[in-house]
């Protein structure tokens, strides 16, 4: 679901990437994924804060977010769903 531009704040940078919530969503096709790390690099890297976020906040976003742990720690998958699930209990 796209935030209406009409809901939009001013000021913000909003980076929207398609993904079903379905366990047969491939991340790695069509470059989602990296699509996905390399923004969250960019902004990281200029100084800036991000939200990463799905519908539900359990399985679309977490997955990008291990993933992006992994690949900058270089962290195993273990550790990014721990870390992770410190902050949110939920995620799986």
Do not use: T
Request: aromatic content about 8%.
């Amino acid at each position: 679901m796209a935030i209406p531009e009409s809901a939009k704040i001013p000021n913000i940078h909003y980076k929207f990437i398609f993904m079903m919530d379905m366990l047969s969503q491939d991340l790695l096709g069509n470059n989602l994924l990296d699509d996905a790390l390399k923004y969250i690099d960019k902004v990281l890297s200029s100084g800036g804060s991000i939200l990463v976020h799905c519908e539900v906040g359990v399985s679309r976003s977490i997955a990008i977010v291990a993933a992006y742990l992994m690949r900058k720690h270089e962290w195993n998958p273990s550790k990014a769903i721990l870390f992770i699930q410190n902050s949110r209990p939920i995620a799986w």
